[in-house]
């Protein structure tokens, strides 16, 4: 009798399990290789420009070739499309048509960080400062008494461009945001953390070094323009037509004595938007013309000309279609859109948010999200059970380990992704991703299963 109950239970009842019960030693070996690629692209890619190049190098490595308007294309051709250095999409064409819809994924590359305000450096009590405007949803107090890097890009006044990357090599000066400390912070102790650090607060320190005469003013930003201007050209007029970005100092590390797990500054979601890349480049066949998206600006709502709401996306697979002289409306209707982003992984630390038979955990697999949003699913473009059966079964037939998600409790989660605005131009689209703690940290941690599984769950759908 209990032989038979347990074999209905094996049949009926659904048991999320932990993915290394059932990973074999050769798969260990391939997830490993993979990471360490993963970790490659993350140190190479700590800015949205800098994954957009690193993406050109892997790709041109792997034969694609830069698409131009009206570009001639058969089955198999490789192309990639550079919105402006910001985003990027790559393409395989099909055996089909395009009016029988297309495969994509939707990553993106921003991440939350600190940006320079247009008029950045000033002097106040002899040390020199930039300040910041910061980008995307972060918990301020995060971003104190931690080295930070400075990467971007200065328009000068001539017209030329100047790139800055300033922290990542050994020789490099680094920057920081100075703390309070604790003899003088009783005040601020009995504040709310997201109050107890105003934005305002958060100006980067870069020296303290003054020169010129002791009556004269400015003499220690003066002496940092000069810096500025020797090693790059730059005058304090340039910064206004800058685009500088101030990441986490560090590269990607391997965490816990077993090494399971992944800290680094930008997983979400570059974790996703690294997977989707991999498995178009490991992709076997393509049926459906396959597209594999890097998006700029989800962190800020997805605007911009960079931005998945963007008309440039419509421009690049407009183009394709006509090249097949195929309606683009068509090809949206019939296309199949994972949205890859990350989701919060429960934190047993953090128990009381999160919703433990819902919410997704580490070494579980790629998590499926049917819906994001907030409370009442605003926000959200949910789904439809079709799309979800849709996925799972291939996840199922490639023998890719998944579970489901959401984002914490319904009066407390929730979070967005691009997975709206693809939706909204009538392409059935689900959100999956990797699990993440810490998530909008400097430094966010992940596990390599979950890397490895996503990364087959991506391959998975360019081959489906």
Known sequence: ?????????????????????????????????YCEDYKKFLDNGKTERMCVKYCIKLAEEKGFKEYKAGMKLKAGDKVYYNNRGKAIMLAVIGTEKMDKGINLTAAHTDAPRLDLKPNPLYEDGELAYFKTHHYGGIRKYQWLSRTLELYGVVILADGSSVEVNIGADEGDPQFIIEDLLPHLGKASDKEPLNTAVKSEVLNILVGSRPIGKDSEKDRVKLGI???????????????????????????????????????????????????????????????????????????????????????????????????????????????????ADVTAAYDPNYAEVFEVRNDSKINHGVAFCKYTGHGGKSGASDASAEVVGKLRKIMNDNKVVWQMTQMGKNDQGG????????????IDTIDAGVPVLSMHAPYETVAKFDCYMTYKCMKAVFES
């Open 1 to 33: 009798m209990a032989e038979k109950k347990n074999e209905l239970k094996e049949k009926l009842m659904y048991k999320a399990v932990n993915g290394y019960d059932s990973l074999s030693a050769a798969e260990e070996k391939k997830m490993t290789a």
């Open 225 to 339: 323009l000069k810096i500025l201007n020797e090693k790059y050209g730059i005058t304090e007029e340039d910064l206004i037509s800058a685009e500088l970005e101030i990441v986490p100092a560090g590269k990607a590390r391997d965490i816990g004595f077993d090494r399971s797990l992944i800290a680094a500054y930008g997983h979400d979601d570059r974790v996703c938007a690294y997977a989707e890349l991999a498995g178009l480049f490991d992709a076997k066949k393509f049926k459906k013309t396959g597209v594999c998206i890097f998006a700029d600006k989800e962190e800020i709502g997805s605007m911009g000309v960079s931005g998945m709401q963007s008309q440039a996306f419509e421009w690049f697979i407009g183009d394709l279609c006509k090249g097949q002289k195929v309606d683009i409306r068509d090809c949206f209707a019939n296309s199949f859109c994972v949205s």
């Open 415 to 426: 979070g967005g992704t691009v997975a709206l605005y693809m939706a909204n131009r009538n």
